[in-house]
């Protein structure tokens, strides 16, 4: 059985990819707050969509369960409050 209280121990590698993209998304998302009005414009009129809001959606319940378990596992709370536009 698996999961918290069942001896589970998930691997470094899945640890160090979730930590990373979760630190990635805070840069990126601190960042964009800080832009001009131009800045934004910018990123927008480059990125298309997904520059307008550029916010992380989370990992895939369906296909990326492993990540999503440990991004939503910490002691205090998620690791990450998902939120939208």
């Not at 590698?13 to 993209?21: K, M």
């Not at 979760?22 to 832009?35: N, P």
Request: aromatic letters at 10%; proline letters at 6%; glycine letters at 10%.
């Amino acid at each position: 059985m698996q999961g918290l209280f069942h001896d589970h121990i998930d691997a470094p590698g899945a640890v160090s990819l979730v930590v990373d993209t979760l630190d990635m998304w805070s840069f990126i998302e601190e960042a964009v707050e800080r832009f001009s009005a131009a800045q934004r414009k910018l990123l927008e009129k480059e990125a298309g969509v997904s520059g307008k809001y550029p916010k992380f959606a989370g990992f895939d319940g369906n296909y990326e369960t492993e990540y999503l378990g440990i991004a939503s596992c910490k002691p205090d709370g998620p690791l990450l409050a998902i939120q939208g536009p």
